[in-house]
């Protein structure tokens, strides 16, 4: 009987234990002591006034700003993003103003010509890489869109003229002879003068004059050390209150082009004006580049010598001096109640300006500049009338503001 009652004992002892080891075990946020063995006497409960034991490895950096019960991510993979194929749009054209100290292209000259904003030549190309990773040099179509207000000083004294000039352009670049680094520039451009002044005898002038323009460049590259400067532009030049031959303006610039050094370029030709009093003009001189900081143009008519100063972040700024033969020539209709009443005339206004200026570049294609200018040597020219041939002005201050991009 004895024997009887110990293995009915044994077997429900057996029975409770795999019952145990059998239960749902759901996961828990606080780690628990692990277990040895399932047949081992069950954990005395932890309670949270108890000490906690140490975490284990997968949980040791875990954030503890993140939300509960949330498995916490590995630490020892770094991220590594995928493989981009390379964009043209990704870094700046070729030519773009450097930031660190590369070689400075050219700067824009000062252009005879009504002021047009020149362009840099190899400011309007970008490299693209194919898919095999060869390297292919392309032409951009819109090379360049300018804007430019100019305003000179005056009030309705007899010897004084106040001049408001807003000028607009576009410069499309077309590969000629299968090479993008001298493309045929295209550019048409518009512009808009408002007049006030000079009060004084026969010296009437229109209240608005305008300028409607095409002009194209070129810079072919002749030998490895001689190339050319080639322009010609031609519009119209009226206060549109009529139309005829006069109106039609042509004018051009012819330019040799050698490279006396890597840093030195010798340039001489002459630039066609088209105006009633200076129709051909000598241009030449030396653009000299001694190092990333300078830029001296030391070029006739419009000399130009800058300096960088100040690099901040992706813009560089430059201070400037430069000279300027300013100006341009028109047809008008005198007023009524002048002596030449209501005549047709065609006149020069021509000067000479001294500049003071900043500019600043970017990475991208995006310029700007302004300038403060003392102007002298003030005239109008009347060619038709003669009523007076010449009429001289007082000298007068200038203020410029202009975004190429």
């Given at each position: ?105 050219a700067p824009p000259q000062g252009n005879i010509m009504q002021n047009m904003p020149s362009v840099q030549w190899n400011r309007g190309t970008y490299d693209y890489q194919n898919p095999d990773g060869s390297v292919v ?34 410069t499309f670049g077309v590969p000629i002879f299968r090479n993008p680094d001298t493309p045929l520039l295209i550019t048409p451009g518009f512009a808009f003068n408002w007049l006030e002044g000079p009060s004084g005898p ?204």
């Amino acid at each position: 009987m004895s024997l009887i009652i110990l293995m009915i004992g044994c077997w429900c002892a057996l029975a409770a234990t795999k019952i145990h080891a059998q239960r749902v075990q759901f996961p828990s946020t606080v780690a628990q002591a692990p277990v040895a063995s399932p047949f081992a006497a069950a954990p005395a409960p932890v309670y949270p006034a108890t000490p906690q034991p140490a975490l284990a490895p997968a949980l040791q950096s875990f954030d503890p700003y993140a939300t509960p019960g949330l498995a916490a991510p590995p630490v020892d993979v770094p991220y590594t993003p995928p493989a981009l194929s390379p964009s043209p749009f990704s870094a700046a054209p070729p030519g773009a103003p450097p930031m660190s100290g590369i070689p400075y292209a050219a700067p824009p000259q000062g252009n005879i010509m009504q002021n047009m904003p020149s362009v840099q030549w190899n400011r309007g190309t970008y490299d693209y890489q194919n898919p095999d990773g060869s390297v292919v040099k392309l032409q951009r179509l819109l090379q360049q869109i300018s804007v430019e207000s100019t305003y000179l000083f005056g009030n309705h004294d007899p010897d004084q003229l106040a001049w408001n000039r807003l000028e607009m352009a576009a410069t499309f670049g077309v590969p000629i002879f299968r090479n993008p680094d001298t493309p045929l520039l295209i550019t048409p451009g518009f512009a808009f003068n408002w007049l006030e002044g000079p009060s004084g005898p026969n010296a009437d002038l229109p209240p608005q004059l305008y300028d409607a323009y095409l002009d194209t460049a070129w810079s072919p590259k002749i030998t490895e050390r001689l190339s050319a400067d080639l322009g010609f532009r031609t519009g119209v030049w009226s206060d549109f209150s009529y139309f005829d031959s006069r109106s039609m303006r042509y004018m051009g610039r012819g330019m040799g082009v050698y490279q006396l050094s890597p840093k030195m370029d010798f340039h001489l030709g002459v630039w066609y004006l088209d105006r009633n009093k200076v129709k051909l003009l000598p241009a030449g001189g030396v653009y000299w580049r001694p190092n990333p900081e300078w830029d001296l143009w030391l070029l006739f008519p419009n000399p130009k010598i800058r300096k960088r100063f100040q690099n901040l972040g992706q813009i560089q700024w430059w201070w400037y001096v430069s000279g300027e033969y300013g100006g341009g020539a028109w047809t008008i209709t005198r007023s009524e109640d002048g002596p030449a009443a209501g005549a047709r005339d065609d006149i020069d206004y021509n000067d000479i300006r001294a500049n003071l200026g900043i500019e600043w570049e970017t990475q991208t294609r995006l310029h700007g500049h302004f300038e403060v200018g003392y102007v002298f040597d003030r005239e109008i020219v009347y060619s038709q009338t003669n009523l007076p041939p010449e009429y001289k002005l007082d000298d007068t201050v200038m203020l410029r503001l202009g975004f190429d991009f």
